[in-house]
C-alpha cells in the first residue's frame, strides 16, 4: 500500500533551529536545523516506511495572499542568517537521501502541501504531513493524517479527524473557521479582536462557520463580542481566507514522481562527514554485497586472525606501508597490558594476539627496522606503550591522531572511532560500545575483540590518504612532519624517562601541611565562637552569615553561596575569612598534589611518569595528566614547596630550569609590528616599566611600582582581549578608569589596536585564524549576530595567534634541544615541559655547558624580529632551580 509523506520544509527547519542551541562545524557552517531535520527525517524513514515522499518549501518572501492583505505576515522578525544559512544545506541533505523537493515562486509550502494531498486524497493513498502549522489540520481526511511536531522536532502529535473532534470538538475543515475568528500572530491573521481560541470554539460549536457566526451575532451572547464582531466582519472573512490553504496551485508534479526506493548510503554518509554528524553516521544504511559483516564498509569486511601454527605463512605480508593499531587494556600506556596489534594494508588485515605478537620474531623485527614505514593512530602511545614492554618501534611515517587534531583543533583528544567517522568508509565501535563502562567495563571475547582491532587498523589505512590530502589543501604537511610528529617522539622519550621524585620529603611536606591545618582549625574555631565542619558549604554559610552576620553576596539553590570568589569579597568583612582561605588552599595542597603525587610514584622507578597530551588544547599547547605536573601551585610559599620533592635520579646531578621570558608579548611585538613594543625588547627594556613610561608619559626613575603593576596588567590582558571591566577588576579601580588606561594604551601602541582589528576582520572573512607556523584553529561564531558568542570569537581571534605561536616555539625548542642533546652526546636529560619553561637533569660535570646551551637553542627556535630571551637557573631540587 502506497503511504505518501509530505514534510513542510521551512516549519520543520524552523523549529529544529530554535529548539537546539547553535551549531557549528570546524569551518564554521552552523548545522543546527540541519541536524534536527535530519534527526527527524531518519525517524520518518524508519518508523512511516514511505513509499513517496516530498518535502516542500516556500519559495520567496511575497505570495499571492499579499496582494489580499498586505500585512500578511508581516509581524514576524527577519530570519537570522545563521538559519537561512542552512537551508541550502537541508536542500543538500535531501539530494544525498534522494528525496523529492519542490517549491513554486508565488506560493507557500502549505499550498503545495494541500494541492498534492488533495491529489494523493483522491487516489485513496494513505498520506501523512509532517509540520509544526496546526493551519495544516484542516487538510486531514480519512486519508491524510498531520503528525504536528512537539519538543522541537523530537516528538510528533498525529492528527486524524477522531484526534481533531476530540480536541477540538471540530471538523477538520472548520479549523479555517477557527482561525478566521482567532487568527493567528505567527502569519499576521488578525482574526477577530478579543476572541481567542476558547470563545472562537464555543462560538464555533453553535454556529459552525465563520459565515453562520457573522449571520447570528444578535444570538451570541455577551455585548461585548457582538460589538465586536459587528466591527469586524471583514476582518473575519478576510482572516479566514488567508488561513485557507490552496488546494489548487499550479503544481506542475505528479504524487507518482515522488517515489522512494530507499537511499544510497554513501552520499548520505558523505554529507553527515561534511556537517560533521558524527554521531548519525551509525544510523545509516549502507548498501551490503551478499555476505557483508554489517559494519560501514563498501565491500565484506574480512581479517586474518594470526596464531602461533600459521603465523610464519604471513611474514611476506609485513610490508610497508602499512597501519598499525595496538590494543591496551585501558587509557594510561604506562601500565595497561597489551591486547593484541591490528594491522592493515587496502589487500590485507590481520589481528596478532599479545601472547603470540610477543613472540613473533618477524614482527618484532618490523616494528623496530626504521625503514619500515608505519602508519598510526598515535605513534606516542605506541612507542612509550611498547618500551614498557622492552619493544621498540621505529618508521612511524603517519599518525593520524595529531593529524585529525591539526585539522579540527576544537575537537580535544579525538578518538579513532569519530577519525574513522569522517575520514575512512570503516565504521568503527567506540570502545566504550565494545568494553563496557565504569563498573561494568570487560575485555571481551576474542572474536569480538579480534574485530574490533581488526576495524581499528583498517579505518588507520583507509583514513591516511584522506588526511594527507585535507593537511596538503591546508598548508599543514610541515606543522605534522616537522613539529608535532617529531615533538611526539621527544614527549615519549621524557614520559617513559619520569622524574623523581623524594617520597620521603613528600611525607615531610605532608606532615608539615597536617600541623599547619590544625593550627588554623583552632583559630577558625575560636573566630567562629565554636567548633564546625569547615568543609561543610552549609555549616560555613551558618556561622558567617546568621552567627556573624556578614553580608549574602550571592545565593545559590541551597542557601548563600561560600565560593572563593564570594570569600574574597568578604575578606575586608572579619579576620576568618582569611584563616578559611588560607585552610582551603592548604587543604587542598595535601590531598591533591601531596597524596595524589605519592599515588602516582611507579613502584619500579620510584618515579612519576606523566602523560603529556599533545591533542587537548584549541591553542596547541601541551597539558599533562597521570599526574598533572603544569598545575602545582606557585602563589603560595607551600606550593612551591613541593617542587623541592621533584629531583635528579642520579646521585650528585642538577635540575636546571629554563623559562622564555615575556614569550607573548614578544610575539605580540612581531606579530603586530608595533614600533614602540619592538624598540621596547629591542633595547633590552623592562617592557612593563616602558609600558608605564609611554601610558603615564613619565621617565623610567618615576615609574612607580603602581604604575609598573598596571601597566603589566594591561600587558599582559591585551593579548586576551581585555575589557574595561576585566581590568577594572584586576586593578582594583573604576570602569572609567580601566577604560582610560586602555585607550592611552592603544594611543601609545597604535600598531597593536591596528593588528586586533585586522585579525579579527580577517577571522571573519576567513572563519580561522593561524599561527606562525601555520596551525589553524576555526571560529565558528566569529559571524556570530550573538552578541556574546561573537565577542568570544573575536577575543579568541586575537589571542590565539599569540598563545598559538608560543606553543609552537616551546614545541620547536623542545626538539632543536633534543637534537643538540644527541648531537653533543650529552648525559643531560629534558625532564619536563610547563608552559613556557623547560627542565632538565644535569651531571655536575655537564652544568656550564648546559647553562650555555639551553638558551642558545631556545632562543633561536624560532627568528622573530625581537629577541626571544630564557632565563636558567640550576640547583640540587626543581625548587632550588627556580
Not at 613539529?483 to 613528600?506: D, F, Y
Not at 606579530?671 to 621617565?699: C, P, W, Y
Not at 601555520?774 to 581571534?797: G, H, K, Q, V
Amino acid at each position: 500500500m502506497s503511504h505518501f509523506v509530505l514534510i513542510d520544509g521551512n516549519s520543520v527547519a524552523n523549529r529544529a533551529f530554535y529548539a537546539l542551541p547553535l551549531l557549528s562545524t570546524s569551518a564554521g557552517l552552523h548545522t543546527n536545523a540541519v541536524l534536527g531535520f535530519t534527526t527527524m527525517l531518519l525517524k520518518v524513514l524508519e518508523e512511516m516506511k514511505p513509499t513517496h515522499i516530498m518535502v516542500a518549501f516556500d519559495a520567496g518572501k511575497v505570495v499571492f495572499r499579499h496582494s489580499e492583505y498586505a500585512e500578511y505576515k508581516g509581524g514576524r522578525s527577519k530570519t537570522p542568517p545563521e538559519l537561512s544559512e542552512q537551508f541550502p544545506l537541508i536542500r543538500e541533505l535531501l539530494d544525498a537521501f534522494s528525496i523529492k523537493r519542490f517549491e513554486l515562486e508565488g506560493y507557500e509550502a502549505d499550498d503545495i502541501i494541500g494541492t498534492l494531498t488533495k491529489q494523493a486524497d483522491e487516489q485513496a493513498w494513505k498520506t501523512t504531513v509532517i509540520t509544526g502549522d496546526k493551519d495544516m489540520l484542516q487538510l486531514v481526511s480519512e486519508h491524510v493524517s498531520v503528525a504536528l511536531t512537539r519538543k522541537g522536532v523530537s516528538e510528533i502529535e498525529m492528527y486524524t479527524p477522531e484526534e481533531i473532534h476530540e480536541k477540538y470538538g471540530l471538523k477538520p475543515l472548520q479549523i479555517i473557521d477557527l482561525k478566521g475568528l482567532m487568527g493567528d500572530s505567527s502569519d499576521n491573521i488578525p482574526g477577530v479582536p478579543g476572541v481567542g481560541e476558547k470563545t472562537a470554539l464555543k462560538l464555533l460549536h453553535e454556529y459552525g462557520s465563520v459565515e453562520q457566526v457573522l449571520e447570528n451575532i444578535d444570538k451570541v451572547s455577551g455585548k461585548k463580542l457582538q460589538e465586536n464582531l459587528r466591527e469586524n466582519v471583514d476582518k473575519a472573512n478576510m482572516s479566514k481566507a488567508l488561513a485557507t490553504i490552496l488546494r489548487e496551485a499550479p503544481v506542475e508534479l505528479d504524487v507518482q514522481e515522488t517515489g522512494f526506493e530507499g537511499y544510497d548510503g554513501l552520499p548520505v554518509s558523505e554529507f553527515f562527514k561534511k556537517m560533521e554528524f558524527k554521531s548519525l553516521l551509525s544510523k545509516i544504511k549502507v548498501a551490503q554485497p551478499e555476505g557483508g559483516s554489517g559494519q560501514a564498509d563498501a565491500k565484506p569486511f574480512s581479517f586474518e586472525m594470526i596464531s602461533e601454527e600459521n603465523k610464519a605463512a604471513y611474514e611476506s605480508k609485513l610490508t610497508s606501508p602499512m597501519a598499525l593499531y595496538i590494543e591496551m587494556d585501558g587509557e594510561n600506556y604506562h601500565h595497561a597490558p597489551f591486547l593484541g596489534i591490528g594491522l592493515a594494508t587496502e589487500d590485507t588485515v590481520m589481528f596478532v594476539p599479545w601472547d603470540v605478537a610477543k613472540e613473533w620474531k618477524a614482527l618484532c623485527e618490523w616494528l623496530a627496522d626504521p625503514a619500515k614505514e608505519k602508519w598510526v593512530f598515535d605513534g606516542k602511545r605506541d612507542t612509550v606503550g611498547l618500551a614498557w614492554h622492552d619493544f621498540a618501534i621505529k618508521g612511524i611515517s603517519f599518525d593520524v591522531y595529531l593529524a585529525s587534531y591539526l585539522l579540527n583543533a576544537a575537537e580535544s583528544n579525538p578518538t579513532l572511532d569519530s577519525i574513522a567517522a569522517q575520514y575512512a568508509q570503516t565504521r568503527v565501535l567506540s570502545d566504550e560500545e565494545v568494553y563496557g563502562k565504569g563498573a561494568k567495563r570487560l575485555v571481551p571475547e576474542m572474536d569480538v575483540l579480534s574485530e574490533h582491532v581488526a576495524h581499528k587498523a583498517a579505518a588507520i589505512w583507509q583514513s591516511v590518504p584522506v588526511l594527507r590530502e585535507q593537511l596538503a589543501e591546508n598548508e599543514m604537511e610541515k606543522l605534522l612532519g616537522e613539529l608535532e610528529a617529531p615533538l611526539s617522539m621527544v614527549l615519549a622519550l621524557m614520559e617513559k624517562q619520569g622524574v623523581k621524585v623524594n617520597s620521603e620529603r613528600l611525607v615531610q611536606m605532608g606532615e608539615d601541611l597536617d600541623k599547619k591545618l590544625a593550627g588554623l582549625t583552632d583559630q577558625i574555631y575560636e573566630l567562629a565562637g565554636g567548633a564546625f565542619n569547615i568543609n561543610s558549604p552549609k555549616q560555613l554559610g551558618e556561622i558567617l552569615f546568621d552567627r556573624l552576620s556578614l553580608p549574602v553576596l550571592k545565593k545559590t539553590k541551597t542557601g548563600p553561596s561560600t565560593s572563593a570568589d564570594v570569600l574574597e569579597k568578604l575578606a575586608p568583612y572579619h579576620p576568618i575569612i582569611d584563616a578559611i582561605l588560607t585552610f582551603r588552599q592548604l587543604g587542598k595542597l595535601r590531598s591533591t598534589y601531596i597524596e595524589g603525587l605519592t599515588k602516582e610514584i611507579h613502584t619500579k622507578t620510584s618515579k612519576v611518569h606523566t602523560l603529556y597530551n599533545q591533542a587537548t588544547t584549541a591553542t596547541g599547547r601541551l597539558s599533562s595528566t597521570d599526574p598533572n605536573l603544569q598545575n602545582i601551585p606557585i602563589r603560595m610559599e607551600e606550593g612551591r614547596k613541593i617542587r623541592e620533592a621533584f629531583i635528579p635520579s642520579e646521585d650528585g646531578w642538577y635540575m636546571l630550569a629554563a623559562d622564555y621570558s615575556q614569550i607573548e608579548l614578544r610575539i605580540l611585538a612581531h606579530i603586530s609590528q608595533d614600533e614602540n613594543l619592538i624598540d621596547a625588547f629591542q633595547k633590552g627594556m623592562d617592557i612593563h616599566t616602558r609600558t608605564a613610561m609611554d601610558v603615564f608619559g613619565v621617565s623610567e626613575e618615576e615609574v612607580t611600582s603602581l604604575m609598573r603593576r598596571q601597566a603589566k596588567a594591561v600587558n599582559f590582558g591585551i593579548v586576551y582581549g581585555i575589557s574595561d571591566y576585566g581590568l577594572s577588576q584586576n586593578l582594583n579601580i573604576t570602569r572609567k578608569e580601566a577604560g582610560d588606561f586602555i585607550e592611552r594604551y592603544f594611543d601609545v601602541f597604535s600598531g597593536v589596536k591596528r593588528w586586533m582589528d585586522e585579525i579579527v576582520q580577517q577571522a571573519k572573512a576567513d572563519g580561522h585564524v593561524t599561527t606562525l607556523l601555520n596551525r589553524r584553529r576555526y571560529l565558528p561564531d566569529i559571524r556570530s549576530s550573538n552578541f556574546n558568542l561573537r565577542s568570544f570569537a573575536e577575543r579568541t581571534a586575537m589571542n590565539t595567534p599569540i598563545q598559538g605561536t608560543a606553543a609552537d616555539v616551546i614545541k620547536l625548542a623542545m626538539i632543536r634541544m633534543q637534537e643538540a642533546l644527541e648531537e653533543k652526546g650529552l648525559a643531560s636529560r629534558m625532564l619536563l615541559q610547563v608552559h613556557d619553561e623547560l627542565v632538565f637533569e644535569v651531571p655536575d660535570n655537564e652544568l656550564e655547558v648546559m647553562r650555555k646551551l639551553v638558551p642558545e637553542v631556545m632562543e633561536s627556535a624560532l627568528s622573530l624580529d625581537v629577541p626571544l630571551k630564557v632565563d636558567v637557573s640550576d640547583g640540587r631540587t626543581w625548587y632550588d632551580a627556580k
